[in-house]
């Protein structure tokens, strides 16, 4: 892996196929072929067990040094929300890592991801980080082929038939359950 900006730098050119991971904008629509939604992703904030950092807007927030992933796009208000202390980094586990280090207070994500990362490399924290409800938003998330690629139609619609293969066999649902993503798409 590489981090996130570059990942999509490299499949922009077709250096990479693509992206896994990713939010629909026009944009990306230009330069990608997006399949089919594949998950809901719950981006929020983390902090530490124990601090009382609670929102209700993200004005709320504007004591705090906020960690967050360059590159990444976390909704157009927090991405516009010059008024907020960000600091960037260049993945979820220099964030982790800053937060248990008093570098930063809280730091955006996705749950799913960050939660996998303090189950598998960080199980000697995963009781000290905690989410903070509610979620910023919710995505739906698609995988980004690069329209670089000369088969990227092909590429596209043969994940397509197999993603709804496994949602149709009930594959999809126990994938979703064993690591806690959302099940439902958002109606937007």
Do not use: C
């Not at 220099?94 to 809280?106: A, E, F, H, Q, S």
């Not at 509610?134 to 995988?143: A, D, G, S």
């Not at 594959?171 to 690591?179: M, N, R, S």
């Amino acid at each position: 892996f590489v981090p996130w900006k570059r990942a999509v730098e490299l499949a922009k050119t077709g250096e990479y196929d693509g992206v896994i991971g990713t939010n629909y904008s026009e944009e990306r629509a230009r330069i990608y072929r997006l399949t089919d939604v594949v998950y809901i992703e719950e981006n929020g904030f983390f902090h530490k067990k124990g601090r009382s950092i609670t929102y209700t807007t993200l004005q709320d927030l504007t004591p705090y040094t906020i960690g967050y992933m360059r590159g990444g796009s976390f909704g157009a208000e927090f991405d516009a929300a010059t008024y907020l202390k960000k600091d960037d980094a260049t993945d979820n586990e220099m964030n982790i890592k800053k937060l248990m280090g008093g570098r930063i207070d809280l730091f955006i994500s996705a749950r799913v991801i960050v939660l996998h990362l303090l189950r598998t490399k960080y199980p000697e924290w995963q009781e000290d980080i905690e989410f903070i409800e509610p979620p910023l938003l919710l995505i739906n998330v698609h995988h980004a082929i690069s329209r670089a690629i000369s088969n990227s139609e092909k590429i596209v619609a043969d994940f397509n038939r197999g993603l709804k293969e496994i949602k149709d066999d009930g594959t999809y649902q126990k994938i979703l359950e064993k690591h806690g993503v959302q099940k439902t798409q958002r109606k937007d």
